[in-house]
């Protein structure tokens, strides 16, 4: 559907309708260039010395060693997703250096292109394609995993583009388009591994599509072909297969019923904190979502979760309000297929369901895991609003804007997070390397690793310790993989702190806020306090 054909319905300019991609890629980098010099961050650091390492053999990406988990490991049984991110930032590594500006520059084109892609597919499933690009722009996961520096996005741009070319192969009996989707999925589940999850998405859209198989068939074996051969490779260079090795990691973690249920609560609050457009929206969705008896239904089911969750409550009411936001993303779905009962919704929801579920059996939750879906929520939205016929255009225009608002300090507040690392790492050298003989251990991993290196901190190897009576050791209070070291065998001579965003926080066991590991709380995001970021320094005794 074009855009055009509801211009009286939202007002749409003449400019508009002449320009939509030019409008939408310039508030794509109105958005993001701000977080240009953001410091690298999370697993970022990994992605970056695989690239480094693909300088001088591209074709072995994890031939070298890291200290990720407390002790130097082969990258290879460290790394759980495969290497064209790295390959990426490779090529831009090659031109530039080592540079956080040019990383993210680069990787703004990959930002840009899922959201095109979004666009495209939009403009064949609903009336509002440019609204649903800008739609799935403006949420917190959306912007917050375009400041980053690993796979994620890239996996979204190849898993849009190739449903694209393969609905319009389909419906056009396009050898070429399909055969440039099933290379589309090959490479999509090359930058991520979940990417081959298309696979049985298509095949479940083109069955029902079609009512046979047929012909297409042989262009879903394009990926299953491109897979094969990378678990070959991989296990020719490292002695297993690195696709199998990541499946196993994600099942690492069994749960019993009630963590089966808890974890289920907690994909639901993911899913409505990072789609959180879906809560901004929903008054303009009220009068066919949110009714009278879902509405109580939704508060009775709220009050449970205050009561199973003993916290605070300013945690609780967050944690209600993205369940609630997660159940409007799960009805939307529902009332999609109730309408329409087409190969389309189909597609939609198992989009949906499938990203959830893998939520559910990965060995954690996290923002990176549910913004596959991201596309697929805003399609949704804006069939919905199709639907039910908004008679106001100037009123999803706000609810948008109070959406952009909400996740570009979201992604602000990561920023401040990333670049605290790296002052702090800038920090503890100033402060304490100016003697040559102190040596300066750190534990602790993410951005801070990287910054500590650069700086020639040395990271603590657990498992053989090198360290002497007088050597200094950093600890991060808000970071992982720690290990503990007896108190009598040292003495704190320092807590330095640094100020992150006061009031929102993506990393924050004391709010709940846990947006790339649930292990810190059960929301992507959490509004309250914040605390300072911490490092200890203490001394070997």
Same mark, same amino acid.
């Given at each position: 559907?074009?855009e055009?054909?509801?211009?009286?319905?939202?007002?749409?300019?003449?400019?508009?309708?002449r320009?939509?991609?030019?409008?939408?890629?310039?508030?794509?980098?109105? !958005?993001?260039?701000?977080f240009?010099?953001?410091a690298?961050?999370?697993?970022?650091?990994?992605?970056?010395w695989?690239?480094?390492?693909?300088? $001088?053999q591209?074709?072995?990406?994890? *031939?070298?060693?890291?200290?990720?988990?407390?002790?130097?490991?082969?990258?290879?049984?460290v790394?759980?997703?495969?290497?064209?991110?790295?390959?990426?930032?490779?090529?831009?590594?090659?031109?530039f250096?080592?540079?956080?500006?040019?990383?993210?520059?680069?990787?703004? #084109?990959?930002?840009?292109?899922a959201?095109?892609?979004?666009?495209?597919?939009?403009?064949r499933? !609903?009336?509002?394609?440019?609204?649903?690009?800008?739609?799935?722009?403006?949420?917190?996961?959306?912007?917050?995993?375009?400041?980053?520096?690993m !796979?994620?996005?890239?996996?979204?741009?190849?898993?849009?583009?190739?449903v694209?070319f393969?609905?319009?192969?389909?419906?056009?009996?396009?050898?070429?388009?399909?055969?440039?989707?099933?290379?589309?999925?090959?490479?999509?589940a090359?930058?991520?591994?979940?990417?081959? *999850?298309l696979v049985?998405?298509?095949? #479940?859209?083109? =069955?029902?599509?079609?009512?046979?198989?047929?012909?297409?068939?042989?262009?879903?074996?394009?990926?299953?072909?491109?897979?094969?051969?990378?678990?070959?490779?991989?296990?020719?260079?490292y002695?297993?297969?690195?696709?199998l090795?990541?499946?196993?990691?994600a099942?690492?973690?069994?749960?019993?019923?009630?963590?089966?249920?808890?974890k289920?609560?907690?994909?639901i609050?993911?899913?409505?904190?990072?789609?959180?457009?879906?809560?901004?929206?929903?008054?303009?969705?009220?009068?066919?979502? =949110?009714g009278?008896?879902?509405?109580?239904a939704?508060?009775?089911?709220l009050?449970?979760?205050?009561?199973?969750?003993?916290?605070?409550?300013?945690?609780?009411?967050?944690?209600?309000? !993205?369940?609630?936001?997660?159940?409007?993303?799960?009805?939307?779905?529902?009332?999609?297929?109730?309408?329409?009962?087409?190969?389309?919704?189909?597609?939609?929801?198992?989009?949906?369901?499938?990203?959830?579920?893998?939520?559910?059996?990965?060995?954690?939750?996290?923002?990176r895991?549910?913004?596959?879906?991201?596309?697929?929520? *805003?399609?949704?939205?804006?069939?919905?609003?199709?639907?039910?016929?908004?008679p106001?255009?100037?009123?999803?225009h706000?609810?948008?804007?109070?959406? *952009?608002?909400?996740?570009?300090?979201v992604?602000?507040?990561?920023?401040?997070?990333?670049?605290?690392?790296?002052a702090?790492?800038?920090?503890i050298k100033?402060e304490?390397?100016?003697s040559?003989?102190?040596?300066?251990?750190?534990?602790?991993?993410?951005?801070?690793?990287?910054?500590?290196?650069?700086?020639?901190?040395?990271?603590?190897?657990?498992?053989?310790q090198?360290?002497?009576?007088?050597?200094?050791?950093?600890?991060?209070?808000?970071?992982?993989?720690?290990?503990?070291?007896?108190?009598? $065998?040292?003495?704190?001579?320092? $807590?330095?702190?640094?100020?992150?965003?006061?009031?929102?926080?993506?990393?924050?066991?004391?709010?709940?806020a846990?947006?790339?590991?649930?292990?810190?709380?059960?929301?992507?995001?959490?509004?309250?306090?914040?605390?300072a970021?911490?490092?200890?320094?203490?001394?070997?005794k």
């Amino acid at each position: 559907m074009e855009e055009s054909t509801t211009k009286a319905a939202f007002g749409t300019t003449r400019w508009v309708q002449r320009f939509p991609r030019t409008i939408l890629i310039l508030v794509t980098l109105a !958005c993001l260039l701000p977080f240009a010099d953001k410091a690298i961050h999370i697993d970022d650091p990994l992605f970056v010395w695989a690239a480094r390492h693909m300088q $001088t053999q591209w074709w072995n990406p994890y *031939a070298f060693d890291v200290n990720w988990y407390g002790t130097v490991m082969p990258m290879h049984e460290v790394a759980k997703n495969p290497p064209l991110a790295s390959g990426y930032l490779a090529l831009i590594m090659s031109v530039f250096g080592e540079n956080e500006v040019a990383f993210h520059l680069g990787f703004l #084109a990959q930002t840009i292109a899922a959201l095109l892609g979004t666009y495209a597919l939009a403009r064949r499933l !609903c009336s509002y394609p440019l609204r649903a690009a800008l739609a799935a722009l403006f949420t917190p996961v959306f912007l917050v995993s375009s400041t980053t520096l690993m !796979c994620d996005m890239l996996m979204v741009a190849l898993w849009v583009w190739a449903v694209v070319f393969w609905i319009r192969g389909l419906a056009n009996k396009h050898p070429l388009s399909l055969a440039t989707a099933g290379i589309l999925i090959g490479a999509c589940a090359l930058a991520k591994y979940f990417g081959i *999850a298309l696979v049985p998405l298509l095949l #479940a859209y083109s =069955l029902v599509r079609t009512r046979k198989a047929g012909a297409w068939l042989v262009y879903l074996a394009i990926p299953v072909v491109i897979m094969g051969l990378y678990e070959w490779a991989s296990h020719a260079l490292y002695g297993h297969g690195l696709l199998l090795d990541a499946f196993g990691y994600a099942k690492q973690n069994a749960h019993n019923l009630d963590g089966f249920w808890l974890k289920t609560l907690t994909a639901i609050s993911f899913t409505g904190g990072c789609c959180a457009i879906v809560l901004v929206v929903a008054p303009l969705l009220g009068r066919s979502i =949110l009714g009278f008896r879902v509405g109580i239904a939704a508060a009775l089911f709220l009050v449970m979760i205050c009561f199973l969750n003993a916290q605070r409550f300013e945690i609780t009411f967050q944690y209600g309000l !993205c369940v609630l936001g997660g159940l409007i993303v799960l009805t939307l779905v529902v009332l999609d297929w109730h309408r329409h009962k087409n190969a389309e919704s189909l597609l939609l929801a198992l989009w949906v369901f499938g990203t959830i579920a893998f939520c559910v059996l990965n060995w954690t939750i996290n923002g990176r895991s549910i913004l596959p879906m991201v596309p697929a929520v *805003a399609i949704l939205l804006l069939r919905r609003i199709e639907t039910i016929g908004e008679p106001k255009p100037l009123r999803f225009h706000w609810f948008l804007g109070l959406a *952009a608002v909400l996740s570009l300090f979201v992604a602000r507040a990561d920023y401040q997070l990333a670049n605290s690392a790296r002052a702090a790492a800038a920090q503890i050298k100033n402060e304490f390397g100016g003697s040559a003989a102190t040596t300066i251990w750190f534990q602790g991993h993410w951005g801070f690793q990287y910054y500590a290196e650069v700086n020639g901190l040395l990271t603590f190897d657990s498992a053989h310790q090198r360290f002497h009576p007088g050597d200094l050791i950093v600890l991060p209070f808000n970071n992982t993989n720690l290990v503990s070291i007896p108190k009598e $065998t040292v003495e704190r001579v320092s $807590t330095i702190e640094l100020p992150v965003s006061r009031w929102v926080a993506t990393m924050s066991r004391p709010l709940g806020a846990g947006f790339y590991m649930d292990i810190l709380g059960p929301l992507p995001f959490a509004f309250g306090a914040v605390p300072a970021e911490k490092y200890y320094v203490l001394r070997f005794k």
